[in-house]
């Protein structure tokens, strides 16, 4: 048996969870769970980096302290992707990371699709990097990715991952490397870049005053560094013709490719080849998600009225369709602000009705969700080649019982739901093969999964139902 820590850090929150791999099971315990607040400072928007860090700390004291006498096998990290540190010579962090929400990344950006296989979103961190001043990039001695960064506190080991990293934007898609020309054009110095390491390799163990803190003198492992590339050795399919939803902040739609997809019909879709574990490919298209949710209840919260999801949720299904459909993908859906009046002038704009309740701006949301996901699906199977059978849904969202019919509907497929937890289960997975607690590659994992969790299974209706 291993014991296993995943540090899994989302953008609404992040957990600390104790996995435990016997028997061709695996069991998922959360020992921790702290809300992510971004900050605005001087106008900007970032994380609360070490405020994280701390809650990881925090979260891995309480799990050594409830392992009575057992050891910690080791500690994997993932977290969200494309936003990264830069490092002085001395280790000590150059200014607070940006959240990738920030403003600064407005604009025109050069697309490199072609070139790196990755869809031309305005924050991935070669368009961040640009936006940096020479001298921020002149006095940074290293660059590190988020859960880089984090690994870095708990070891004093500066290594890189490879699933994360290619949500940079930096890495030649074939090889897997630093695009080294690319890197230069950006203005950083070639060794500023970390050493790429594949899931599964040994990062360090504990620094001396870290064990000390955390009660431990675990190593810490690199697993599927990216939350999505960890969601998705979760997904619990049974065979290769099945499309998933990651669906959390972000809904991330799409299938696994044999290869990178890296063609103009890919390009125009908007559709992104993201390194994963083991070598595989995800094809995949960002949908906004349910951002959307968080940031209209936010909102109202701000108005003075706090809403709970579930009330709304039901309310939402019992008004049926309100034929409210908006793309949820417009740019101006990505910053923080009031969402229910940017859906409603979306709406206004579209000459469809406008939704004027809370019920019904979440039910605009489930549909234009939904709607957003079978396009994508379609496209998916399409530019990969993939008889698509199954949708999988894994993360937060595959609790809502509205959106996963919705899915199944729009799609006209079979919806699996579940696990839950998918990023914290695939990053115990990946350290849980690395102790040789199982064999086998992604599909072993993804049997595991099957056989560990209970999943819920909805069929397509009929073309006039859900409305
Ligand atoms: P992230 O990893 O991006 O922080 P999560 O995977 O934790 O996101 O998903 C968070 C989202 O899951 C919430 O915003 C919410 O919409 C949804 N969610 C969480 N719990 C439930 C629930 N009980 N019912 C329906 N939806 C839920
Ligand atoms: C989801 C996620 C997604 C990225 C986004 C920035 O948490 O990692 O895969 O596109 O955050």
Redesign the pocket.
């Known amino acids: 048996m291993g014991v296993f820590a995943a540090v899994d850090l989302?953008?609404s929150s992040g957990r600390v969870m104790l996995g435990r791999v016997e028997n061709g099971q695996v069991r998922l315990d959360e020992v921790a769970r702290f809300e992510n607040r971004p900050v605005r400072l001087n106008g900007s928007l970032h994380w609360n980096i070490v405020d994280l860090y701390q809650g990881v700390l925090d979260g891995l004291r309480t799990l050594v302290d409830g392992l009575e006498g057992e050891t910690l096998t080791s500690i994997g990290i993932d977290?969200?992707?494309?936003d990264y540190a830069l490092l002085a010579a001395d280790g000590s962090m150059l200014g607070i990371p940006f959240h990738?929400r920030d403003a600064r990344n407005d604009g025109e950006h050069a697309d490199l699709f072609l070139r790196n296989g990755i869809a031309q979103?305005p924050?991935n961190t070669v368009y961040q990097l640009l936006t940096e001043s020479t001298d921020r990039l002149a006095s940074a001695h290293r660059m590190l990715m988020i859960p880089d960064l984090l690994a870095y506190w708990l070891t004093g080991i500066a290594a890189g991952e490879v699933t994360n990293a290619s949500?940079s934007g930096m890495l030649d898609p074939t090889t897997r490397q630093w695009d080294r020309e690319l890197v230069a054009e950006v203005g950083l110095k070639p060794d500023m870049l970390p050493t790429l390491l594949v899931p599964g390799e040994r990062i360090g163990s504990l620094r001396p005053d870290v064990a000390a803190l955390v009660g431990s003198r675990a190593d810490v492992v690199a697993v599927g560094t990216?939350?999505?590339a960890s969601a998705i050795v979760a997904v619990p399919a049974e065979s290769s013709s099945f499309a998933y939803i990651?669906s959390?902040?972000?809904s991330?739609v799409g299938v696994e490719a044999p290869g990178p997809v890296i063609s103009a019909a890919a390009r125009d879709a908007g559709f992104t080849n993201?390194a994963g574990v083991d070598g595989t490919v995800r094809l995949l298209r960002?949908v906004m998600g349910l951002w959307l949710v968080q940031e209209s209840l936010r909102q109202w919260e701000r108005d003075g009225v706090t809403y709970s999801l579930g009330d709304l949720l039901a309310e939402a299904e019992s008004l049926g369709g309100v034929g409210a459909v908006v793309d949820p993908d417009l740019p101006v859906f990505l910053p923080p602000g009031d969402m229910p009046s940017r859906i409603a002038e979306e709406c206004r704009a579209a000459g469809v009705p406008v939704p004027s309740t809370p019920a019904e701006t979440v039910r605009c949301i489930m549909d234009s969700l939904a709607a957003a996901y079978a396009r994508s699906v379609r496209t998916a199977g399409e530019l990969a080649g993939i008889d698509i059978e199954t949708v999988h849904i894994v993360g937060g969202g595959s609790q809502n019982e509205l959106l996963c019919q919705l899915t199944a509907d729009a799609t006209g497929l079979p919806v699996v739901a579940g696990p839950v937890e998918g990023s914290a289960l695939g990053n115990v997975l990946v350290q849980a093969r690395a102790a040789g607690a199982i064999a086998g590659g992604v599909a072993e994992m993804r049997h595991v999964v099957g056989r560990s969790f209970p999943l819920t299974r909805y069929l397509p209706r009929g073309a006039d139902a859900g409305s």
């Open positions: 989302g953008a977290t969200w992707a494309v990738y979103l924050f949500t990216h939350d999505t990651a959390g902040t972000w991330l993201e960002n």
